[in-house]
């Protein structure tokens, strides 16, 4: 299950949104070894496209770098479709090399509705988890 604190669900899904039509990603990091997603990275989509999304190889290596000095962990790895259900493509299956994130897709093909899931992907299989949302409001849910 990803517990997640409402404040970082709403960084995502306005990202997700601000970044529509191409397709929004980052990275929401925790202390090595609790599962808890702390801090939200937003990140550059290098591909600026509808429909794949690609860190950018220099802000990946600073940012990995600074969750390594921080003795952080990739908690978090998200990104949006901007046309299609929010499940992990084949692309996003073949590139997912974190075994231990949660991958969170968020869906903006509707603009009235948030489509939040979150997955774990581990050797090519993927298994979707729930999604927990804690702190403030929970409306809507």
């Known amino acids: ?3 997640i604190d409402r404040s970082i669900y709403d960084q995502i ?3 997700a949104r601000r970044d529509h039509p191409d397709e929004a ?3 929401v990091a925790g202390p090595e070894g609790s599962d808890r997603p702390e ?3 937003e990140m550059i989509n290098a591909e600026r496209s509808p429909t794949f999304y690609r860190f950018d190889s220099l802000e990946q290596l600073k940012v990995w770098r600074e969750m390594d000095d ?3 962990e990739p908690v978090v790895i998200y990104h949006s479709h901007t046309a299609t259900e929010a499940y992990p ?3 996003d299956i073949s590139y997912a090399s974190e075994p231990g994130a949660h991958y969170v897709l968020v869906s903006t093909r509707e603009s009235d509705t948030v489509e939040f899931r979150s997955y774990r992907i581990i050797d090519g299989e993927v298994t979707e ?3 927990e949302i804690t702190g403030g409001d929970q409306g809507g849910q």
């Open 1 to 3: 299950m990803l517990r």
């Open 25 to 27: 990603c980052g990275v």
């Open 13 to 15: 899904v306005a990202h």
């Open 70 to 72: 921080n003795d952080e």
């Open 89 to 91: 493509s084949r692309t």
């Open 39 to 41: 801090r939200f990275i």
């Open 129 to 131: 988890e729930p999604v």
